[in-house]
């Protein structure tokens, strides 16, 4: 069993930026971001293999926000900038054994979450 635990969330106004962290209790191989907005379905956001050579950006965050990890603290991070309220949203530590089962439907082990909200 995994434990993820996020931390970093918060309200903040269009334009600014947030750094969210994820810490895992063990070493795991890909990890990521998934974020969940009120009435909607959850999205993938980054994931980042272990190497960090391979990492997939959804195309709504492209340039603005950068994933990265250290594998000495089993953690990941990500830098949200130029935050938009459509940003809003619930974002979800995830890790699975590949970066390609990096989807919603093939998580190995969620964190519990932590808000975003983006005034306009």
């Known amino acids: 069993q995994v434990h993820l635990v996020e931390s970093g969330g918060g309200l903040v106004q269009a334009g600014a930026s947030l750094r969210l962290s994820c810490a895992a209790s063990y070493a795991v191989y890909a990890m990521g971001w998934f974020r969940q907005a009120p009435g909607k379905e959850r999205e993938f956001v980054v994931a980042?293999?272990?190497?960090?050579?391979?990492?997939y950006y959804a195309d709504s965050v492209k340039g603005r926000f950068t994933i990265s990890r250290n594998n000495a603290k089993n953690a990941v991070y990500l830098q949200m900038n130029s935050l938009k309220p459509e940003d809003t949203a619930v974002y979800y530590c995830?890790?699975?054994?590949?970066?390609?089962?990096?989807?919603?439907?093939?998580?190995?082990?969620w964190g519990q979450g932590t808000q975003v909200t983006v005034s306009s």
């Open positions: 995830a890790t699975s054994g590949q970066i390609t089962r990096m989807v919603v439907g093939d998580i190995d082990y």
């Open positions: 980042i293999d272990y190497e960090s050579e391979k990492i």
